[in-house]
């Protein structure tokens, strides 16, 4: 069960689950109807399943957006799940949410930029639209189930980061993806093709604001539960890293996934880069566009084999074509979720998902 939080590289992770659930045959919990999320931002109930009520807890992987409701996920998962997450230094995060959200959020849209936004967040930030405002403050405190705008007590955040440790396994920092990546494939045993991925979801360099060094110790202030989580879990990663890998493991074993990396991006990619949304050729692998943020995507090579080309196809479908997909994969006799683009592939029986072997 991946907690899948909001900017923290998530989507990425989501597509590494979504292939190895394909490889090996594997039922995951999807959102019921025409949902891309499992009811989110409302707290998660296990009716927000598609197929709950007839499947049960026969459900392998759990990934899509959701606000952490264990007892609910319980419910769904069964009793032997391994749980793990991924945080991000609140820094970068918000100004990442800033740009995504820009349209969406009041205390974003009211205000002229970030910087603008953090001079004085209380301005702009009424609690009376909280539901709209999640994305303004402490959004990874919100995903994991707890209220963003509670105060911040010791004792509290203190039960809190303990509740948390107790019900995840393992907490990812998608300030070192890779690392991240390595731990994730020790943890669960996996293959290092399990955890190689091409970077999903992330946006054009053009449209960072950068943050003045006032607005950096703000956000420490202004998100100061999302600080705290951040230090914490940042703290346990590396001494995790050092309890179970060792740094030097480590860092071959990051050379080797990066390697690999290469690799299959020359295999499959016309440009060895991801390319900005009017660059996409081929509209079928479009990413959902948000706010002022050019979410990136790529182009594949025009001349692969069938089975190399729908590797690489798997490894670049963004997260709301691969959700559609895969629903339609395990209920057939369901309408397909609708993403409002043309469809990638119309026979959903070929599901092959091995990656190329490496030279």
């Known amino acids: 069960m991946f907690l899948k939080t909001h900017k923290t590289a998530s989507s990425t992770v989501l597509n590494i689950m979504f292939r190895f659930a394909e490889r090996y045959n594997l039922t995951v919990a ?55 997450s991924i945080l991000r230094n609140p820094i970068p995060l918000l100004e990442s949410s800033y740009i995504y959200y820009k349209n969406y959020v009041p205390a974003f849209r009211s205000s002229k930029n970030v910087n603008a936004f953090l001079a004085s967040p209380t301005k702009y930030y009424h609690p009376a639209d909280y539901r709209e405002n ?24 203190q039960a809190v980061l303990e509740e948390i440790e107790q019900n995840f396994h393992l907490i990812l920092i998608a300030d070192y993806f890779d690392e991240s990546m390595i731990l994730l494939k020790h943890a669960l045993c996996w293959d290092l093709d399990d955890v190689i991925y091409f970077k999903l979801n992330s946006r054009s360099q053009d449209t960072v604001q950068t943050l003045t060094p006032e607005s950096e110790e703000q956000i420490k202030a202004w998100c100061s539960l999302d600080w705290k989580l951040y230090l914490h ?48 050729r081929n509209k079928a692998l479009l990413p959902f566009q948000s706010g002022a943020a050019n979410i990136l995507g790529y182009n594949l090579k025009q001349d692969l084999d069938n089975r ?48 190329p072997v490496s030279n």
């Open 134 to 157: 999640i994305y303004a403050r402490n959004i990874m405190w919100f995903d994991f189930g707890y209220d963003n705008n509670a105060e911040d007590d010791t004792n509290y955040t």
């Open 30 to 84: 999807l959102p019921a109807d025409q949902l891309f999320h499992l009811g989110y931002p409302k707290t998660f109930v296990a009716h927000f399943v598609e197929g709950f009520e007839t499947i049960g807890q026969n459900y392998n992987i759990m990934c899509n957006h959701l606000r952490f409701n264990p007892l609910e996920v319980k419910r769904v998962m069964a009793a032997n799940t391994f749980y793990f």
């Open 308 to 355: 190399t080309l729908r590797t690489c196809q798997k490894m670049v479908i963004p997260e709301l074509q691969y959700t559609s997909y895969l629903y339609a994969v395990q209920h057939p006799h369901k309408k397909r979720k609708d993403v409002g683009l043309p469809l990638l592939w119309t026979n959903l029986q070929e599901r092959s998902v091995q990656l």
């Open 233 to 280: 879990f940042n703290q346990s990663f590396w001494r995790r890293i050092e309890e179970t890998i060792g740094l030097e493991v480590l860092e071959k074993e990051v050379d080797h996934l990066r390697s690999r990396q290469k690799e299959l991006m020359e295999t499959c990619l016309s440009e060895q880069e991801a390319v900005r949304k009017d660059d996409i």
